[in-house]
């Protein structure tokens, strides 16, 4: 598996991967994934054959990062696709200066939250209806912690 940047010609396995994964009444359309190909960072894992098997979509705002969508093909799932597009997502944001993460996860995909919570994703608060009314998220959060050595005086 590879993963590299998204172009406008992955739209269409996005759209179909995205519909996969959610309702139509919660999906992004189209038109949204083409505006987030376009200027947003957004990346995809492939197989050796080019292949989309998921990705991974953010953004960053100062010193924060926010992880904006990830989706991975449901007959992938459970082989490290998404932890390694989550980890390749969050370094291109540190190379662009954030020093901390944001996502909203649905609090009823157990899987999802199970994945951020094992990148290092904590719960901060509830975010009422964020998918349509009575579907809530999570907001979490996570700090990147610094592996320089502290200085010596």
Known sequence: MKIRKAEPGDLARIVQIEGLCFPEETAFPPGMFAYLIRYSVALVACEPEETILGFVMGYT?????????????????????????????E?????????????EAALDKPGALELYRKAGYQEREIVRNYYGRGNHAVRMWKKLVSRDPPLRE
């Open 61 to 89: 705002s100062g010193t924060y990062g926010a992880i904006y969508t990830l989706d991975v093909h449901p007959g992938y799932r459970r082989k490290n696709i998404g932890s390694e597009l989550m980890m390749a997502l």
């Open 91 to 103: 370094k291109k944001l540190a190379g662009m200066g954030a020093k901390a993460f944001r996502l």
